[in-house]
């Protein structure tokens, strides 16, 4: 069975530089993954931040940035604000009879 | 703009069924792919089950296959997840979700969510 890794927490402080990874178990995440990033504060529904491993959704400030870093896929935030405080997932795309695999999540806190 | 409006959810016995539904507007609902996404109170997000734009092909994460079935209504722009035999760990809030395939297979649209609660 396929896990997607994620750190479960991270802190950053206001204008510093973050990268939150996406990983596997076993072997590594490449853009065949089609790996995509969202957003998550408490009681809403999850936003799009990153889709096909860099590209950037409409309107997500350009902060935010995606990458394959070594055997995984990463988000990086650059300059992070107050407002980027929130829960961050990835998931990752199968293939194999059409089956998609969340991350477990990471805790930003920008302090 | 795309919208997607979750509902059907409420509380339900062990063993029981529901079926949630979840109705679509502002995209072409017969050939794009949704998806249905859970997230048990205070845990992550687990992707549930994907009904294909086109032919409707469907599939389900092994957790509830089995139990649960994805289905559409194209002339209503409704998508369905019935849930049967359910179990307490299927408690969760449940969203619908569009999928943009040619954008990386990503879910690009998300509704607000439906609870579900499977309590005695």
């Known amino acids: 069975q396929t896990v997607v890794t994620q750190e479960p927490s991270f802190s950053v402080s206001p204008g510093g530089t973050v990268t939150l990874t996406c990983g596997l178990t076993?072997?590594?995440?490449?853009?065949?993954?089609?790996p995509s990033w969202y957003q998550q504060t408490p009681g809403q529904a999850p936003r799009l931040v990153i889709y096909?491993?860099?590209t950037r959704s409409s309107g997500v400030p350009d902060r935010f940035s995606g990458s394959i870093l070594g055997n995984k896929a990463a988000l990086t935030i650059t300059g992070a604000q107050a407002e980027d405080e929130c829960d961050y997932y990835c998931?990752?795309?199968?293939?194999?009879?059409?089956?998609?695999?969340f991350g477990g999540g990471t805790k930003l806190t920008v302090l | 703009e795309v919208q997607l409006l979750e509902s059907g959810g409420g509380l339900v016995q062990p063993g029981g069924s529901l079926r949630l539904s979840c109705a679509a507007s502002g995209f072409t609902f017969s050939t794009h792919g949704l998806t249905w996404v859970r997230q048990a109170p205070g845990k992550g997000l687990e992707w549930v089950a994907w009904?294909?734009?086109?032919?409707?092909?469907?599939n389900h994460a092994d957790s509830v296959k089995g139990r649960f079935t994805i289905s559409r209504d194209i002339s209503k722009n409704t998508l369905y997840l019935q849930m049967n035999s359910l179990r307490a760990e299927d408690t969760a809030e449940y969203y619908c979700?569009?999928?943009?395939?040619?954008?990386?297979?990503?879910?690009?649209?998300w509704g607000q969510g439906t609870q579900v609660t499977v309590s005695s």
């Open positions: 979700a569009k999928v943009g395939w040619n954008m990386g297979r990503v879910f690009d649209s």
């Open positions: 096909n491993t860099y």
């Open positions: 009904i294909s734009g086109g032919d409707g092909s469907a």
């Open positions: 076993s072997g590594s995440v490449s853009t065949g993954y089609f």
């Open positions: 998931v990752v795309y199968l293939g194999r009879d059409f089956n998609w695999v």
